[in-house]
């Protein structure tokens, strides 16, 4: 099949969260029939954790993941252990929302750090800790590489290959990637290194665009559809290796989504989707 | 020794070209004993090849690099033909003010393409045609790597891994890359590649930081100490190797470098490079 079941589709709340708070957003799934959410934690905490929990329930949405754990490098054994209480807390969240995974921003430079290669082995270290609850509690991790542009200050994975590395390291038990097509579209490996995850490591599968030009690092992202990735080629990828879970649209897009009717974005991506997902 | 060898210094004449010409730059140079140089194509074609030739020999300057050729991916088999002549011509212009090698920005993606695979195939395959023409003539071709935020309209080549990938397949002869860091840093097998590359490989290599905040993806490059490159650490491993050419400052800011007095940009790049290089 070419086009894609539209079951599949789950929203980020991410995209429209300058518009509506969580309830109007999950309404506004409900109301144009998207069956998947992926909630922010700030969303969460607003709306409250049993309110978010009962209302998915009650409109039989199903949580693709739960934004977000991760952040582990720190200055020092302080700052990591402030890390870890947060992110076993982001681990029940993620629990109470019966989120498919947590997925991890793993974090940066701590500090005024420059020691990548040390960061990295803080974020191992970290993950091998919090691992330590989330299998105990059966909740997956999922380690979302990002861009490299955001190396310094959000996330020192950047490579599917670095997060297989990591889970051959960790072990697979619980734990496996979100494949954002953002972040990692222009992978060289790309192909390679989901053949290497895996159906079991692929938690996650986020979808939007990379524009040209993109004028802002963070809030510049496009509608699928609208910039250079071949969405669909990356999806049939990924499904051919037996993934079955959600096409999670995520974009952050302060000049352009943020500023239209909510509604007409979740119209839009729902279009997008089939035609170019 | 700890510190750089400060007659490695050369300025990338984009550093300061939106304030001075390029015969400005050239007496910039002398004036602040900087003994490299890597001129731009526009700036030497507004000075005159010959007379950029000829000033650049009597200040008796190295040529750490010329920029820049590359852009091969075409839309189509005449777009590609138009840039195979550029090529040729730049390759001319690069033995003319005899410089170490000509830097290759390799292009993006052609058209409306979304085939960065086929693109990173055009590449290669416009690489293997110009180096017909450089080998002869005797002109280093060296390969950038550029950050993967350029992926899609500047470069399809973005890790070291891949410029060792192409020169294996096109072989050494004449073949090469230059690591900046700027587009490098990040990259976890920068170490393992960089060895893999050795010291016949690097042709260049070239330094500027990366701020955090980046403001723009273009033109907010951060002077050698200002951002959470370590410099330091990367050059050490380059000439470990046996690297002995030339450190090439390349900083584009709009709004910070940009707006300075040249030869106060000047004084703080040789200051810089001892410092933190």
Redesign the interface.
């Known amino acids: 099949m070419q086009q894609p079941d539209p079951r599949r589709l789950s929203l980020n709340t991410a995209t429209v969260r300058k518009q509506w708070s969580l309830d109007k957003i999950i309404d506004g799934c409900a109301r144009h029939e998207i069956h998947g959410i992926s909630p922010w934690r700030d969303q969460v905490q607003a709306l409250g954790l049993e309110r978010t929990a009962q209302m998915i329930r009650s409109n039989e949405l199903t949580v693709s993941g739960y934004c977000r754990g991760g952040m582990f490098p720190g200055i020092d054994e302080a700052a990591r252990r402030t890390a870890d209480d947060d992110n076993r807390r982001a681990v029940d969240e993620a629990l109470a929302v019966n989120a498919a995974c947590l997925v991890l921003v793993v974090g940066g430079?701590p500090g005024d750090?420059?020691?990548?290669t040390g960061a990295?082995s803080q974020v191992r270290d970290g993950l091998g800790r919090l691992l330590e609850y989330s299998r105990n509690v059966g909740m997956p991790l999922a380690i979302e590489p990002l861009?490299?542009?955001y190396?310094?200050?959000r996330a020192?994975i950047?490579?599917l290959?670095?997060a297989n590395d990591v889970c051959d390291e960790l072990g697979d038990d619980g734990l496996g990637m979100a494949v954002d097509l953002y972040h990692t579209?222009?992978?060289?490996k790309f192909f390679q290194q989901i053949e290497r995850a895996g159906r079991k490591r692929i938690l996650g599968f986020h979808i939007c665009d990379?524009l040209?030009?993109?004028q802002h690092?963070l809030l510049d992202r496009g509608m699928m559809g609208d910039?250079?990735?071949?969405i669909r080629a990356a999806r049939q990828a990924v499904e051919a290796l037996g993934y079955q879970g959600a096409h999670e649209v995520e974009i952050f897009s302060e000049h352009n989504w943020w500023q239209r009717d909510p509604d007409s974005v979740l119209a839009t991506c729902k279009a997008r989707h089939l035609t170019h997902c």
Request: aromatic share 10%; proline share 10%.
């Open positions: 430079l750090s420059k020691d990548i990295r861009h490299p542009m190396a310094a200050d020192c950047n490579t290959e670095q579209w222009w992978d060289p990379w040209v030009p993109t690092l910039g250079v990735i071949d």
